[in-house]
């Protein structure tokens, strides 16, 4: 059914579809051997995920290995930040780097509102470009890192083990954090606009590290900046499905479900089972494999799969991990993921 629109993109609008769509989060990069030869070459992740030619390449790696059911565009919920006014590096082993981290009120009253056409025009021309070589073969993905997770970067300056600098400012300075969640809600839905607009066909927003809130304080500082995202995007791209993703979500499911996304991205701390009752019958899910599973063996990567699907039975579901593929992944078990996605329905002997 070459001529239907993507496979994923019609399941995750809630279509019936004829089996269950696969891609995997961070399916582009180190656990590739390509992608590893490439890095050799252009060892700046700055230049790797801005310069288009080179963020168009990886992004087609492991469509061009595994023909998942989705090809994310390759660049970082960190990206946008140049553009209002924030520097940063992803520095080898040690992760994002923020030189000069944001914790005052002039910093935050001196950020440029996003404008994406002048700032970041690689990421339109990267979509434009996966677009036209994927057809509708796979489905392209946008996506954004959601207020609270960029907050998180830019106040700490760097991935944090406990969040202490930004838990200080939440709770002895909540209105300077709360001028910085505005300011991030308002520049990434015209971010996510900007990629639709592109050709990004689903879109996920990472809320990566709200699952470090007490549910409390989810309710404060996470959920009205995600709901904020998905009202403006909705208001002006009702069509293009939306999924959330956060790490450790456990705890705050029901409010996961209750933002206004078309799609929960569940982590493996959870039964799929247990997700799905405690998530509206409405709603998508997605992931719930655990990633380390992938350096099991294939008998057991296909037995989670497919007690996945049979759990997910009767609601619109996209495989996928519950986090991003562990570096040092065997490729050989990404393609059993993969494969045996394809294929799960027929194993287990129903439609999607
Ligand atoms: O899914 C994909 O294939 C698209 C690529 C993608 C990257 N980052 C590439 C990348 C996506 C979707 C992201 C999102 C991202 N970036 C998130 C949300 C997802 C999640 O993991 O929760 C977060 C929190 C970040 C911030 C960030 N960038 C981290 C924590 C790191 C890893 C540091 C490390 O060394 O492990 C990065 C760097 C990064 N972004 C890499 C890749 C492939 C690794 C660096 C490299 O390849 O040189």
Known sequence: MSDSLPLLLRAARGELVERTPVWMMRQAGRYMKVYRDLRDRYPSFRERSENPDLSYEISMQPFEAFQPDGVILFSDILTPLPGMG???????????????????????????????????????????????????????????????????????????????????????????????????AESIATYLRYQIDAGAQVVQ??????????????????????????????????????????????????RMGSTGVDIVSLDWTVDMADGCARLPKHLGVQGNVDPGLLFGTPEAIRERIVDAVRKAKGRRHILNLGHGILPGTPEDNARVFFETGKTVNDLIGSAA
């Open 86 to 184: 924030i520097d940063f590096d992803i520095v080898e082993s040690k992760g994002p780097l923020i030189q000069e981290p944001i914790r005052s009120l002039s910093q935050i009253e001196a950020l440029h509102p996003l404008e994406p056409n002048e700032t970041m025009p690689f990421v339109g021309e990267v979509l434009g470009r996966l677009r036209e070589s994927v057809g509708n073969k796979a489905a392209v993905l946008g996506f954004v890192g959601a207020p609270w997770t960029l907050a998180a970067y830019v106040v700490e300056g760097k991935s944090s083990k406990n969040y202490a600098v930004i838990k200080a400012m939440a709770f002895q300075q909540p209105d300077l954090l709360h001028r910085l969640l505005n300011h991030f």
């Open 205 to 254: 927003m990472f809320d990566s590290w709200a699952g470090q809130l007490s549910p409390i304080d989810y309710d404060t500082f996470a959920a009205p900046y995600q709901k904020r995202v998905v009202e403006l995007v909705k208001a002006t791209h009702p069509d293009t499905p939306m999924i959330l993703y956060i790490s450790g979500s456990a705890g705050v499911l029901e």
